[in-house]
């Protein structure tokens, strides 16, 4: 059975400074791996996605994610973390037939000024 | 696009009592899927069609659960008899299956509260 798990409930971090939200995963064959973001009072939306053809996915505002498949992650990080990025995130895993996913726990964000 | 759609976004109901929830999907998308999503937890498979077949159902889909999705566009899921248990937020995403990339596009959700 694939699942993830997400290692921190909540972060904290300095707006200007590194964003860090960890994941690992599990799975019995090749995974296709997601982050999705939900802010308050909105919808999911996806960061970025894994899918075996780069080891370094890039996403949406500034977020990257590598897939270490020695290590079974998938941690997401941002060099540089603004007010907005406050929001829950997920990681995500796609099960063998594809189509249905499966979320981590969450990772709730909070910025700083 | 103009985006996968919920209705309502809040309801409030009397345990015992059926609710029924709408979700409109992308146009031209094949898969619909509900998810559940409760405070502080990452959301949770339900069900997913594809086109008018429900192709899966989670364990966490009781008897008193029913979706549909009639003519392979919008679907509705219906709670029967509610408990305060079933109070949530229930999401519906849309896909349109190919065989190189699948993108889930979510809906905002609709609030179940049941007192």
């Known amino acids: 059975a694939q699942s993830v798990t997400q290692l921190d409930s909540h972060v904290s971090v300095s707006e200007g400074t590194p964003v860090l939200l960890r994941c690992n995963y599990s799975?019995?064959?090749?995974?296709?791996l997601f982050w999705y973001v939900q802010h308050p009072n909105k919808g999911l939306q996806l960061l970025l996605k894994y899918t075996s053809a780069a080891t370094l996915v890039k996403g949406i505002n500034g977020f990257e994610a590598e897939f270490k498949k020695s290590e079974t992650s998938f941690h997401l990080t941002k060099p540089s973390a603004h007010m907005s990025d406050a929001a829950e995130y997920f990681c995500?895993?796609?099960?063998?037939?594809?189509?249905?996913?499966?979320f981590g726990q969450g990772t709730e964000l909070s910025v700083k000024p | 696009d103009t985006g996968v759609s919920q209705n309502p976004r809040h309801k409030i109901t009397k345990r015992g009592q059926n609710v029924t929830f709408r979700c409109d999907p992308i146009s031209e998308h094949n898969r619909l899927y509900w998810y559940r999503q409760t405070l502080g937890q990452g959301p949770e498979f339900l069900t997913y069609?594809?086109?008018?077949?429900?192709?899966?159902k989670s364990r966490l889909l009781s008897d008193r659960f029913s979706a549909e999705r009639p003519k392979g566009s919008f679907s509705t899921l219906e709670i029967q008899r509610t408990e305060q248990g079933d109070s949530a937020m229930y999401l519906c995403?849309?896909?349109?299956?190919?065989?190189?990339?699948?993108?889930?596009?979510f809906g905002s959700g609709t609030q179940l509260s049941v007192l």
């Open positions: 995500v895993v796609s099960a063998l037939q594809g189509g249905k996913l499966i």
């Open positions: 069609f594809q086109n008018e077949a429900q192709l899966e």
């Open positions: 799975s019995s064959y090749s995974p296709s």
């Open positions: 995403a849309s896909s349109r299956r190919d065989q190189t990339n699948e993108k889930l596009f």
